[in-house]
Nanobody, 125 residues
């Protein structure tokens, strides 16, 4: 069992930056694929970014490519999402998730087995 806890959300203005953290307990994250998703009010949960367990290969949604960076520190059992040039449309609850397999379905929620409770990010215009 893996417990994931997100932190770092908040209220910022358009153009600002935030760094989200996802700390894990229960098991080491080093063997898991890690992902970030977000969900805005009234919308489906959508994929943001993912990072492979060993190689560090990353994958991003087109909407955040070039602005967001996912990284991991296996020694600290933590995954990060650096968000730059934030836009009002980035407003959502952000969730981190852990999965076992890197595949063509990595951007789908079904690829992940453990989820955090989420952290709110609000970007004002």
């Amino acid at each position: 069992q893996v417990q994931l806890v997100e932190s770092g959300g908040g209220l910022v203005q358009a153009g600002d930056s935030l760094r989200l953290s996802c700390a894990a307990s229960g098991r080491t994250l080093s063997s898991y694929v890690m992902g970030w998703f977000r969900q805005a009010p009234g919308k489906e949960r959508e994929f943001v970014a993912a990072i492979r367990s060993s190689s560090g290969i990353t994958y991003y949604a087109d909407s955040v490519k070039g602005r967001f960076t996912i990284s991991r520190d296996n020694a600290k059992n933590t995954v990060y999402l650096q968000m730059n040039s934030l836009k009002p449309e980035d407003t959502a609850v952000y969730y981190c998730a852990a999965g076992r397999t890197w595949s063509t379905l990595i951007a789908t929620t079904n690829s992940y087995i453990y989820w955090g409770q989420g952290t709110q990010v609000t970007v004002s215009s």
